[in-house]
């Protein structure tokens, strides 16, 4: 544990819920600066499962407007179930999941008391966010990485991959609901891997919410406050991947069949909706077959 600010807890009311969701790569200090007022002057608990401190003087110092900044080390279901841990992240105001591997979060966290103390200092009105692994984690479904990574290619070659491990994300988060997120998108060439991950949710079902991809770039963030409003901010994208129907091809050992899939790209200052990642972006339309992404024309309007 590393504190920075008055350890003792400062009983104040936040006034989310909110998201801030980041990309990966260096911090959008104006997604830090948006959660400020709804954080309410309150505690803010970093959670990770490796690395050290080094969000604490950047959000109680650089940033500010906290009572304190905590980060916690998370790395064993013992401690994912720790009652101390618990409550921490339940009383706070801010919680910010870092970035590292999101296998670690899966497998130690998921059904812990941890993430159902995220699920209370929702209710109550916090700002949860997280980044790169982070980021991964809070969709209502997430690519685990329990095997390790997946490019895109792998990924469109054959949906039901080995390495294609999709399970559910930390904690049901209304605005959400249906998404399965990604980052590093336009660096590390995932889109094509974010299709396939929509595409699997599209066809493994579940009776829940349209699947919907969020894919976000690097030095890029998503806010979304309280009504549902969402607000791209950065340097990079978030990409917004949905379908007209679903795939025509989906199954083991086969290449991702789908022939009209809409990507809509949002920057800076662009706004979007939730649930459902409504906004007024142009879409661009691909086609799945042979293994890649090949750019198509807009399917006909019924």
Known sequence: MYTTGDPADRDVAPRGPGLVLMGGGAEVDAAFDWWVPLVAGGDVVVLRASGADGYNDYLFE??????????LMVDTRAEADDAWVAERVRRAEGIFIAGGDQWDYARDWSGSALTAALADAWARGAVLGGTSAGLAMLGERAFTAERGTVTS??????PYDRDVTLGAGLVALAPLAGVVTDSHVRQRDRVGRLVAFVARLATDGGGGATPVGLGLDEETALVIGPDGAG???GEGAVRVVTAPAAPEVCAPGEALGWSAVAVVVYEDGDELMFPGALGGGVASWFAAEGGALVAREAPPAD
């Open 62 to 71: 650089d940033i500010g407007g906290v009572d304190s900044v905590e980060t």
């Open 231 to 233: 607000r791209v901010m």
């Open 153 to 158: 290619a792998e990924a469109l070659a054959d």
